[in-house]
T-cell receptor
């Protein structure tokens, strides 16, 4: 079983749609949780950190459920520029806090 | 540009050759990570430095791989006797010496192609 599991997609949605991505992780010791965005052939860029209380940044909302070891990302009013791969990421819970990445979910927003 | 930088951005080499990549982290970031990303996968951890000390190495880092951070600033990753399976994007990330900060900032990566 992979440490971080995501649906690889692709998710093809029209502009303006709301889309939700889910992710599960296996390491209960993980302490930090993130969503990164990665454009084709580019480096991952931090989209947002994820907290148990939930957090929102404009059109993006992230939620963490520690009991279920489940992370979600909601994108409202999708834009063409949101097309990218979204990586669910958790820290390994060890001293070095290395990151464990999911395989990513590909989002394609259609005009 | 005050972000993480990596050099070269692209490297094409023949199987069996040695290659070396460089990472310059954000100034004053004392924690530095190397990751490798193959097509269709998320990045995978390779190794971690805190200042000049290499504190963790992944089992992915075979004996053909070596990483250094001699002065606690820039880091190098060397691959000896490259194999086609080494073809990947090699990413470097850094974190400042601030308690509780765990967000990693990535450089643009070095894309290696082994022919």
């Amino acid at each position: 079983r992979k440490e971080v599991e995501q649906d690889p997609g692709p998710f093809n949605v029209p502009e303006g749609a709301t889309v939700a991505f889910n992710c599960t992780y296996s390491n209960s010791a993980s302490q930090s949780f993130f969503w990164y965005r990665q454009d084709c052939r580019k480096e991952p860029k931090l989209l947002m950190s994820v907290y148990s209380s939930g957090n929102e940044d404009g059109r993006f909302t992230a939620q963490l459920n520690r009991a279920s070891q489940y992370i979600s990302l909601l994108i409202r009013d999708s834009k063409l520029s949101d097309s990218a791969t979204y990586l669910c990421v958790v820290s390994d819970g060890g001293a070095t806090n290395k990151l464990i990445f999911g395989t990513g979910t590909l989002l394609a927003v259609q005009p | 540009d005050t972000g993480v930088s990596q050099d070269p951005r692209h490297k094409i080499t023949k199987r069996g050759q040695n290659v070396t990549f460089r990472c310059d982290p954000i100034s004053e970031h004392n924690r530095l990570y190397w990751y490798r990303q193959t097509l269709g996968q998320g990045p995978e951890f390779l190794t971690y430095f805190q200042n000049e000390a290499q504190l963790e190495k992944s089992r992915l880092l075979s004996d053909r791989f070596s990483a250094e951070r001699p002065k606690g600033s820039f880091s190098t990753l060397e691959i000896q006797r490259t194999e086609q399976g080494d073809s990947a994007m090699y990413l470097c990330a850094s974190i400042p010496p601030v308690a509780g900060v765990h967000e990693q900032f990535f450089g643009p990566g070095t894309r290696l192609t082994v022919l």
